[in-house]
């Protein structure tokens, strides 16, 4: 199955500063790689995702590249702000067709990182 | 909409006992999760479902019974909580994209998860 690998584990910057969290996979057959945010008590919420067919996605702030060769892809969050501290979690997503023709998935995530913005 | 939905927040279970955690939400997801959370582990898929009526096991099914009798509701059920269930639970939902071989599902949907203790 698919092997999400995400460093760093911990992650602490001073506010105005970029953050960098990069991410691996293992299954050539993933297409879809989503990363999440996840707030002190709250569930994790999808803040940007990019599919395999681009290399780069920008939203304000947030970017996400992907390197399908090397089965790599990375989050860059440019001019941090405290409220951007949280557990970012990466996720892989492999395609599985089932006879009636209907495609799902199930997202395997990395281990997160702790994002930390000082101000 | 209220989104997904879980009770209890919190619980905490002797060794042995049995309890149900519960699942619903309002999108009318035809797909639902159960994931588990634990430090430095990242998010582990426990069961899914496609759809009423359907499940199927994930990652990490021992230990756990689920059942999907409305397109609502997806209950997760510990007949015998051992400690190493002690964990946080988040439930899930997403559409799928039907048609499409090289589709993904929609974005997941998380609830703000149980916190389970088993001692």
């Known amino acids: 199955g698919e092997n999400v690998e995400q460093h760093p584990s911990t992650l602490s910057v001073q506010e105005g500063d970029s953050a960098v969290i990069k991410c691996t996979y293992s299954?050539?057959?993933?297409?879809?790689f989503p990363w999440y945010k996840q707030e002190l008590g709250k569930g994790p919420q999808l803040i940007i995702d990019i599919r395999s067919n681009v290399g780069e996605k920008k939203d304000q702030r947030i970017a996400v590249t992907l390197n399908k060769t090397a089965k790599h892809f990375s989050l860059h969050i440019t001019e941090t702000q405290p409220e951007d501290s949280a557990v970012y979690f990466c996720a892989a997503h492999p395609i599985t067709t089932n006879a009636g023709g209907t495609s799902y998935g199930k997202l395997t995530f990395g281990q997160g990182t702790i994002l930390t913005v000082h101000p | 909409n209220a989104g997904v939905t879980q009770t209890p927040k919190f619980r905490i279970l002797k060794i042995g006992q049995s309890m149900t955690l519960q699942c619903t939400q309002d999108?009318?997801?035809?797909?639902m999760y159960w994931y588990r959370q634990d430090p430095g582990m990242g998010l582990k898929l426990i069961y899914y479902?496609?759809?009423?009526?359907?499940?199927d096991k994930g990652e990490v099914p021992n230990g756990y019974n689920v059942s999907r009798s409305t397109t609502e509701d997806f209950p997760l059920r510990l007949e015998l909580a051992a400690p190493s269930q002690t964990s946080v639970y988040f439930c899930a939902s997403s559409y799928p994209n039907r048609g499409r071989s090289n589709a993904s599902n929609s974005p997941l949907h998380f609830g703000n998860g149980t916190r389970l203790t088993v001692t």
């Open positions: 299954d050539s057959a993933s297409n879809y």
């Open positions: 479902s496609v759809g009423a009526g359907i499940t």
């Open positions: 999108m009318n997801h035809n797909y």
